[in-house]
C-alpha cells in the first residue's frame, strides 16, 4: 500500500496530502498542549470528539453561507479540507473576559465586554504568538487592507452564530480563535475558515454552574477533559449519550 504523504505534523493534528490537487486531509491527534507545548499530554478521545465538533461547527457556517476549507468527514478521527495559503494571524474574539485579556488588562474573568473584541497574534510558536496590531500586519504585508476588513467581518459572523448556537444548549461562548485561509480561484482570492474550531479554541462556560467545558479544563487541572469535551458534544447531539444499561440478572 502506497504510504500518503504528510504535509505538516503541528501539535494538535497531522496535514496529509488530499486525494483530489488542492484538498488536504486534516487528522485529530489526541495530544493536548497547553502554554506553547510547555505542559503536554494525550487525552485518549480528544481527537474523535475534535473532529465531530469542528466537523458540526464548519458545516453550521459552510449552510450559513460563511465560507470555511472544510469539503467532509472522512472517518473518526479524519476531515477532507481544502487546502489554503494560511493567514499567519489567530484571530481571536472576545465577548466575555478569560485568560491573557483578563491579565493584561486586570478585569475579572467573566466580566462581559462592552463589545465583542477582536485581538490578532503572529503565529509563530517560537515567538509564543504575540499580539499584534493592525499597524505590524500591515507594515510586514501579512494581510492587506481589504483582507483585514474581510477577516473581521468573517470573525464576526463566526461569533454570532457560535454564540447562538452554543446559547441553545446552555453554554456560554466567552472567546474563540481561528484562522483565516486564502484560496485562489483563477485571478481571484478568497478568504475562508481554515485550521479548527473545537472546545480547544474555544472559551466554553455553562451558563447556570460556570463549568468550564473547554482547555482550560487541562491547562488549569480542574478535571477530566474529554469528559468535558464529551458533554458538549452531547448537547449540540454530535454524540449520543451512552446507554447506561446495568448488568442483567439472569436467574
Ligand atoms: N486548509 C488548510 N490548509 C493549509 N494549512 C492548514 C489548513 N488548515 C489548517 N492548517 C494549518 O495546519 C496546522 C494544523 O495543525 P496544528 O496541530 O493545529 O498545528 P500548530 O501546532 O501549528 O497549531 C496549523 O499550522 C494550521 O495553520
Ligand atoms: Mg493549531
Known amino acids: 500500500m502506497a504510504r500518503r504523504k504528510k504535509i505538516y505534523e503541528g501539535k494538535a493534528k497531522i496535514l496529509y496530502e488530499g486525494p483530489e490537487p488542492g484538498t488536504l486531509v486534516q487528522y485529530f491527534k489526541d495530544d493536548a498542549t497547553a502554554f506553547n507545548a510547555k505542559k503536554k499530554d494525550v487525552i485518549d ?41 494560511i493567514v499567519p494571524l489567530e484571530v481571536i474574539v472576545r465577548n466575555f473576559a478569560a485568560g491573557s485579556l483578563s491579565e493584561r488588562l486586570g478585569i475579572e474573568e467573566g466580566t462581559q465586554l ?11 510558536d ?13 507594515a510586514f504585508g501579512w494581510a492587506s487592507a481589504q483582507d483585514m476588513d474581510d ?11 457560535l454564540a447562538g448556537v452554543m446559547y441553545g444548549v446552555g453554554i456560554k461562548l466567552i472567546d474563540f480563535k481561528i484562522e483565516i ?39 488549569r487541572d ?4 474529554s469528559d468535558a469535551y464529551s458533554e458538549v458534544a452531547h448537547r449540540l447531539g454530535v454524540l449520543p449519550r451512552a446507554q447506561v444499561t446495568k448488568p442483567k440478572l439472569i436467574n
Not at 58 to 72: A, D, E, K, Y
Open 114 to 124: 462592552p463589545r465583542p473584541i477582536i485581538e490578532y497574534c503572529y503565529k509563530d
Open 181 to 219: 485561509g486564502r484560496i485562489y480561484e483563477g485571478d481571484f482570492q478568497r478568504l475562508v475558515v481554515a485550521d479548527e474550531i473545537s472546545p480547544d479554541s474555544c472559551r466554553l462556560w455553562d451558563i447556570e454552574s460556570g463549568r468550564k467545558l473547554d482547555k482550560d479544563v487541562f491547562r
Open 151 to 161: 477577516i473581521l467581518s468573517l470573525a464576526l459572523r463566526v461569533n454570532d452564530f
Open 45 to 85: 478521545g480528544k481527537g474523535v470528539l475534535n473532529n465531530r465538533l469542528c466537523e458540526y461547527f464548519m458545516t453550521g457556517l459552510n449552510n450559513i453561507g460563511v465560507p470555511t476549507h472544510f469539503i467532509r468527514r472522512l472517518n473518526m478521527r479524519e476531515q477532507l479540507v481544502r487546502a489554503c495559503e
Open 126 to 138: 517560537a515567538l509564543g504568538d504575540p499580539l499584534v496590531t493592525e499597524e505590524h500586519i500591515a
Open 222 to 225: 480542574l478535571g477530566n477533559l
